[in-house]
């Protein structure tokens, strides 16, 4: 199982900006993706998931209406797109496969991470 990121975005405040994680290793529809984000000297914060088969999302309540995901099965790619950013959006954005457990979900294959840094 693999999930890999490209490396880092550099934006100016109130722009938008787009992370890449192009997964392999597994099936593709099988798993949720899930979007999490470390911002420097904070702790993981989860942002929500995707199905990528069906392309249902569910969004962390602070990031409703701001952030967008989606899902490219025909490449096993998922994005998380962010607009308005704000100097508060510098973090890196990790994707991770979120396997249900009956015991919750688990987020059991992380990428590498994409630092955003947002400013002017």
């Known amino acids: 199982v693999q999930l890999v990121q490209l490396g880092a975005e550099l934006r100016n405040p109130g722009a938008s900006v787009k992370v890449v994680c192009k997964a392999s290793?597994?099936?593709?529809?099988?798993?949720?993706i899930s979007w999490v984000r470390q911002a420097p000297g904070q702790g993981l914060e989860w942002m929500g998931r995707?199905?990528?088969?069906?392309?249902?999302?569910k969004y962390a309540q602070k990031f409703q209406g701001r952030v967008t995901f989606t899902a490219d099965t025909s490449t096993s790619t998922a994005y998380v797109e962010l607009s308005s950013l704000t100097s508060e959006d510098t973090a890196v954005y990790y994707c991770?496969?979120?396997?249900?457990?009956?015991?919750?979900?688990?987020?059991?294959?992380w990428g590498q991470g994409t630092l955003v840094t947002v400013s002017s």
């Open positions: 995707i199905d990528p088969e069906g392309g249902g999302s």
């Open positions: 290793g597994y099936t593709f529809t099988s798993y949720y």
């Open positions: 991770a496969r979120d396997r249900a457990t009956g015991w919750g979900n688990v987020l059991d294959a």
